[in-house]
């Protein structure tokens, strides 16, 4: 290709496209060198960081209808990639309300700069493009987590939480980078729209072996399946969770998840399934999503059933619902698309609307699983004091009778986080659920159907110590071994849960706010709007 007109379609609109993250990266980077230098109160690198993020925000806005070409650009500004990024950079906003006075003065530049390095490489991965681009972005949530693990509290408890979560990230980066070298080696390329097309219409001329392809699929959801907490790649999060501080546990439940399902539907369902229902791979992944599904979400209720420790009990719920999204994760790779001899998804007829299901229920309920787990933490951040910290369900009893309006706000994020109807988690775990029931017609049809049932018997029994919380803070009276709950929160953590209470409130009211573009992501995520370019098609013949 001509050297002008790769920049000119490539070069030019990917660049534009990421500014807000080398906005926010550039923020991040002079925060970290000048806290080296200049000595300011955390108020000083807090607010900065909010700016940035604010700025951020102004500049997606403004180029949200920049184009992309999608087999030569190395970030996409698609549906997925616009509203997924708008979700983390408000996420951000929470994060940031939440952790505005959870560090020193001395530390707080390297800590505020790390959260906005976290956000940014939160944001590559929803735009990512190309498996390289893809990597880098998750490597730049990965490195400054380490950091912020150790810098908000420095402690043997954190030490020993921050050393098992970057021994275990590494292991899990080798898995990833391991099968996305060998998916790149496999097919020929590393653009995911063109794999996308190599797999659909082009029926993967450069894959003779889909055996090779399941090899790439089991390393890439392993390397996946850490940050997501899948079975059986789960193991770390209890004991990082309780070991870390009460905002790192609130970052390590949102932003892991969130890439690492975000990175599932760019690499694998919109690229796998993109062949056929009926091929060897799209089967062995099915299969693979559809154990990890059940098995994720039944151990992690079950344990979560035992637990007294607040943050072992939400590290076990949030296993259980990296298992619901699973369920999505398995409907999707079933639902392919059906292409006539040379067609794309263009010429394919409208009517398809079954194979945007699963993805578009991953969707829905990662920003209904943001509000309920965000808000859960964010008052339990509130709530905590040096002389009186919230530590376990004991610690909550009698919380109604102190302080009434926080009791009720945790209990609508808990009835959320349950599924209890009308609240954005029902609607969440409904669009998931349903997606299964209505993967299949032929004879599969029962075996997702078996799926939902499975997955809606976790959840009632889930509900279970969810509501035991409740019951605690309304019907049991505070321990009296204990001095009573004396929060003094500041006015950015109230704004933060405040925001996670009422969305959640709004979600579940009018659930078409959040699935109408829910949907629209969906269809992006999967689209082939045009036949691959002559040269492409050529190279990936040879």
Known sequence: MDPNVLLTTAVKPSLVVLLPEILILSVAVVMMTAGAFVRQPRRVWSVSAAVALA?????????????????????????????????????????????????????????????????????????ANELVFLFVGLELVSIPTYLLLYLAVRNTTTQEAATKYFFLSIFSSGLLLYGLA??????????????????????????????????????????LGFRVA??????????????????MAALLAWIPKAIGFLAIT???????????????????????????????????????????????????????????LMVGVAVAFYNAPTYAPGTTLYDAPAAQSDFFLGTEGILFYLVAYALMTLGAFGIFIALSTPERPVETVDDLAGLAREHPLTALALAICLFSLAGIPPLAGFWGKFQIFSSAFGAATTTDAPTFQLLAVIGVLNSAAGAYYYLRIVVGMYLRPPLSNRPPLQPRPAWPTRVAVAACVLFTLIVGFFPNVVSAPSRTAAESAVALPRPLPPVVEEASAR
């Open 266 to 324: 760019r690499t694998l369902t919109a690229v796998i399934s993109a062949g056929s229902d009926s091929s060897l791979l799209v089967a062995k992944a099915v299969v693979l999503a559809w154990i990890i599904a059940a098995v994720t979400m039944t151990l992690g209720n079950a344990m979560a059933l035992l637990q007294d420790n607040l943050k072992r009990l939400f590290a076990y719920s949030s296993i259980a619902h990296a298992g619901y």
């Open 182 to 223: 060998y998916l790149y080696g496999t097919t020929g390329g590393s653009n995911l729209k063109a794999l996308a097309y190599l797999a659909g219409p082009a029926q993967l001329p450069n894959m003779p072996q889909p055996q090779f392809g399941l090899i790439a699929l089991v390393f890439i959801m392993a390397g």
């Open 230 to 247: 899948a079975v059986p790649f789960h193991f770390y999060a209890p004991d990082v969770y309780e070991g870390s501080p009460t905002i």
């Open 55 to 127: 700025l951020g925000l102004l500049v997606l806005s403004l180029t949200g209808k920049t184009t992309t070409d999608l087999y030569t650009s190395v970030a996409l500004n698609d549906a997925f990639s616009h509203y997924s990024r708008l979700v983390l950079l408000l996420s951000g906003f929470i994060l940031l309300g939440l952790a505005h006075d959870q560090v020193d003065d001395a530390r707080a530049p390297e800590f505020f700069g790390s959260l906005l390095m976290i956000v940014a490489g939160s944001m590559l991965v929803a735009a």
